[in-house]
């Protein structure tokens, strides 16, 4: 029906998405260490070593976890595997609050305490008036 | 089917559309707009900054829309050499790019008393950048390269290298961790928006979409015009 140049051209267009695909794909896996925003909780207890470099650890704050000590911050982010304890003096965003989503960033002082310079507060995908979310607390 | 490019018939249709169409935009937009703006309700969490998005995510889903539509068409245009889908290709360009940079500065006003920041370098919003590049890269490629084929062959194999980065923008939230939350709409699972939300959200999708529509007659036009007087076929 089409002729050999079309079928050639096809092929053509075919065989440069795929090698390209293939490349981004590998470029991609080989790069997924600096792709990640954070790094949760869990993957900080298996680092092979401590580094000096400022890192992003992120996760959920611990419930009933936050105090103030000494104008510092202190709380704890959470995987529901692994803790870490977070302290920090500085401003913080408004959403960040107790059993929401943080990513801290900053520096580790050991695999239990890092010491944040910067705290960004993570949205969840959930989007839903007031009234509803006091209907759904009440269930 | 393709192959008897007649700009004349295709313009007679096209010259009349875009009154019909900035009429119907006018008329979405406004219903979308108060529905965003005023009846919405304001969310749980965020309060009344939840409204920039009734204009980042349908900004963000026409840009990549577009984008995908025009590597569709420049990829059957070299296969089945179709000159009217290059063409096309080319009118639908410029509206992609400004919705995309519409997504892109409207996160980031969203971002700033959500997250604490203008700019993160995370996957999702890095590789919505990278889109607009291969946009401005698609542009700028229309007017360097005088010669037909050479322009139709180029703007293709760009087409299709940034192609590859859409997938990526789209499933960037779910395969690494992102300061980006994930999609709230699921067409396979449940969505966590809630339908109060969803409806302003729809109905400002359809007036982007429209726009979008309207800018590209026009731009359509355009071309079709410079076709006719030959000696203007400049682009």
Redesign the interface.
Known sequence: M?GRK?KL??FF?FL??LT??FT?FLI?KSL?EN??????PSEIKTLSEMQNKKIRV?GMVKTDSISIVNKELNFVITDFKNEINVVYSG??????EEG?GV?AEGYLNDENFFSAT????????????????AALEEK | MFKYFEPNKIFSVTSKAPKYVLLLFIIIFSIGLTEALIFS??????SHS?RI?YVHVPAAWISLGIFSTMTILS?FG???KIKNFFLISKSLAPSGFVFNVIALVTGSIWGK?????WW????RITSMLILALFYLIYLIAWRIYDEKEQVYKIT??IT??G??NVP?IKYSVDW????H????INILSKS???S??LAPLLIMTAAFALFSLLIFLMKYNTELIKIKNKGLDRL
Do not use: C
């Open positions: 089409y079309v051209r096809f267009i440069i998405a390209l695909s981004i991609l997924e792709v990640v925003f954070f790094k949760s992120g401003l913080i965003p408004n959403l960040f929401k990513v910067k705290i960004l507060a993570k949205h969840d995908e959930n989007y839903m008036p007031p009234e509803v979310k | 309700p304001e969310d749980y969490k965020q939840v998005m990829i070299y296969i089945f008393p959500t997250w604490g920041t993160a370098w995370d996957a293709t194999i299709i290298l192609i590859i990526i690494w961790n992102t300061l939350q994930p999609a709230s966590t928006i809630h109060s939300m």
